[in-house]
């Protein structure tokens, strides 16, 4: 089984500010990598697939990258509504999700 | 739009069998190669990959922690597909989401909590 593993598991940030999420696979996934977002009482939504390109209606303040092990989303400037959980997922070996990253207002 | 909507018991006693119930609206199960999918999620935890069905090869594919206990069939005059998880126990307590899946996960149902407890 793939493991991905999210750091930092919490993220303080004001709006306005940039966040960076990572994300690390235990062994190659290629650009078979997927972020989502979660808000409280809500199913996950699909922002990033393949790694770097952004779902239908994502804003462009959304952007990942990397690949192999090592991949990254970017907010370049936190909206309000943007504090919620981040998780990402691989579909290179079955499917399997990181245990996630709050992003929290500070 | 294609939305999923999960239905079933909210609580299901320790031993004994959890069954759901997924409905598809705004498309069709028997369309596509789409992956119709099981996840779940442990109170305050990450997400959980159950299982799904893939209409096209008729195949089904389960998650190995928990595949001696799982199983997902699809009726498509109804167009829903269904989960079954034999013998829970307190562990499986959890949110369950049924989604679509077209290479990743672009569709997802609400969520009912589902409680193992006597």
């Known amino acids: 089984e793939i493991v991905l593993t999210q750091s930092p598991a919490t993220l303080s940030l004001s709006p306005g500010e940039r966040a960076t999420l990572s994300c690390r696979a235990s062994q190659s996934v290629r650009s078979f990598l997927a972020w989502y977002q979660q808000k409280p009482g809500q199913a996950p939504r699909l922002l990033i697939y393949?790694?770097?390109n952004r779902a239908p209606g994502i804003p462009a303040r959304f952007s990942g990258s990397g690949s192999g092990t090592d991949f990254t989303l970017t907010i370049s400037s936190l909206e309000p509504e943007d504090f919620a959980v981040y998780f990402c997922q691989q579909r290179g070996s079955w499917h399997t999700f990181g245990q996630g990253t709050k992003l929290e207002i500070k | 739009q294609v939305q999923l909507q999960e239905s079933g018991p909210g609580l299901v006693k320790p031993s004994q069998t959890l069954s759901l119930t997924c409905t598809v609206s705004g498309g069709f199960l028997n369309s596509g190669a789409y992956y119709w999918t099981w996840i779940r999620q442990h109170p305050g935890k990450g997400l959980e990959w159950i299982g799904y069905?893939?209409?096209?090869?008729?195949?089904?594919y389960y998650n190995p922690s928990l595949k001696s206990r799982v199983s997902i069939s699809i009726d498509t005059s109804n167009n829903q597909f269904f989960l079954k998880l034999s013998s829970v126990t307190a562990a499986d307590t959890a949110v369950y989401f049924c989604?679509?899946?077209?290479?990743?996960?672009?569709?997802w149902g609400q969520g009912p909590l589902v409680t193992a407890s006597s």
């Open positions: 989604a679509r899946v077209d290479l990743y996960y672009d569709h």
């Open positions: 393949d790694a770097s």
């Open positions: 069905y893939i209409y096209s090869s008729g195949s089904t």
